[in-house]
């Protein structure tokens, strides 16, 4: 057996072993991205798009929401689920984002597309 197939069998059962439980999230380097994105006209629903940067998911599902608020007025807010009072957050998506909810209500997540 080469070294390679090796290495890499040894790192495949390395991570098998690693129970997701387990997993932290890690030091936040930069910048929060939560905030207003953009606010709507008032009594326009709230849509929150929890996300965290650097998310290309989530950029794509924001240009995507920024196409439809001229036809559909909203809210959109960020929450990033690595900022540290977001734990229970990062442990329920952090594998799902982009999630969506709508005036508090989830409506859809990952792969959201036109």
């Known amino acids: 057996m080469s070294r390679h197939v090796r290495s890499t069998c040894?790192?495949?059962a390395a991570f098998s072993s690693v129970s997701r439980s387990r997993?932290?999230?890690l030091?936040?380097?930069q910048p929060s991205a939560s905030?207003?994105?953009w606010e709507g006209p008032?009594?326009?629903?709230?849509?929150?798009m929890f996300t965290t940067r650097g998310c290309t998911l989530?950029?794509?599902l924001r240009g995507l929401l920024d196409n439809l608020r001229q036809e559909v007025p909203h809210t959109l807010l960020a929450v990033d689920i690595t900022d540290p009072d977001k734990v229970e957050l990062w442990e329920e998506y952090r594998f799902e984002i982009p999630v969506l909810?709508?005036?508090g209500s989830y409506c859809a997540s990952s792969d959201?597309?036109?």
């Open 101 to 103: 909810h709508i005036n």
């Open 112 to 114: 959201i597309s036109q």
């Open 10 to 12: 040894a790192l495949r």
């Open 23 to 25: 997993w932290k999230p």
């Open 35 to 37: 905030g207003v994105v």
């Open 27 to 29: 030091p936040q380097r």
């Open 42 to 48: 008032a009594g326009s629903p709230t849509v929150e």
């Open 58 to 60: 989530c950029e794509k």
